[in-house]
């Protein structure tokens, strides 16, 4: 089996449980690991990859063959990520324009989830502008979202004042003048976790269908492997591990997405968990779940 995986401790530990079992799990070097995305969806050219999780769920909504192993290699507020140059706020987002590199871009569904249900931002009435196509072929994004010209960059379009507020995340360039459009981003983040139980999710894991049927006790060791690696942390986990631990953060992307034109139909929850278990023969609970493993 071929492997992407971004950490090189998971990507140990998942190698060495997988060769326990007699199987065999190649790394490839691929960086930054996102780009991997669009040939596992599309392609099915790698059997495990660290994908974003609104990838995940797009991939499912189309009917790709994948499936969720539910290991979070990636959580993170996401607050601080809308920024501004100027003396901007949220209050005055209506009206204005907002890059982001993706419509599908995790980030962007966490962040405009936030302006939607936290500030009463109509969504429709921010001038959206993207950069990039997402990862799944079939996806188009909503008529109401503006596709930059041709040769455009999102950080430089930012810096130099075509954009009054961008999405960016590890994209974020070096600059004094850009603050986080959010008054007090980093408490309110932390509230909204509080309040929800969980924090936002941004890479999970993926395997194949054909993957999880041929090597079953081959994953799901390494699933054991990665639970073993992702200790906790506190007050909020940001590192979910389990069918159950990742109910919350990845039905909440689910309901952003779809309430944003980024999924074509719903994807409830327990349709990933049941497609998972179905693929790998296995009960959710041997994968933090709970509950008989009822066909997709």
Partial sequence: MKMVLGRDDL???????????????????????????????????????????????????????????????????????LVTCGELTIADIEGRTVGVRSWSQTTGVWVRGFLSEQCGVDLRNVDWVVYEDGHVDEH????????????????????????????????????????T??????????????????????????VTEAAARAHSAALCAAYD????????????????????????????AAQYALEQGVLPRPVPFDELMAGSCAALGVEPARLGGQGPCARP
């Fill in 11 to 81: 990507a140990a530990a998942a190698q060495t449980a997988v060769r326990a079992t007699g199987s065999d799990l190649e790394r490839l070097d691929v960086r930054p690991v996102h780009k991997a995305s669009r040939g596992f969806v599309n392609d099915t050219d790698v059997d495990l990859c660290e994908l974003a999780v609104v990838t995940l769920l797009q991939a499912v909504a189309h009917g790709k063959p994948v499936v969720l192993l539910p290991v979070t290699t990636l959580g993170r507020h996401q607050h601080q990520t």
């Fill in 140 to 179: 188009e994004d909503p008529a109401w979202v503006k596709r930059a010209p041709e040769g455009a960059r999102l950080q430089a379009d930012f810096l130099e004042g075509r954009l009054d507020f961008g999405i960016m995340g590890n994209e974020l360039p070096a600059d004094d003048r850009i603050r």
């Fill in 181 to 206: 459009a959010i008054p007090d981003a980093s408490d309110v983040a932390q509230q909204w976790a509080l309040a929800k139980g969980f924090a936002p999710v941004n890479h999970v894991v993926g």
């Fill in 225 to 252: 492997a990665l639970r073993a690696a992702i200790p906790p942390t506190s007050p909020v986990d940001f590192s979910p591990v389990g069918f159950e631990a990742l109910r919350g953060p990845v039905a909440q």
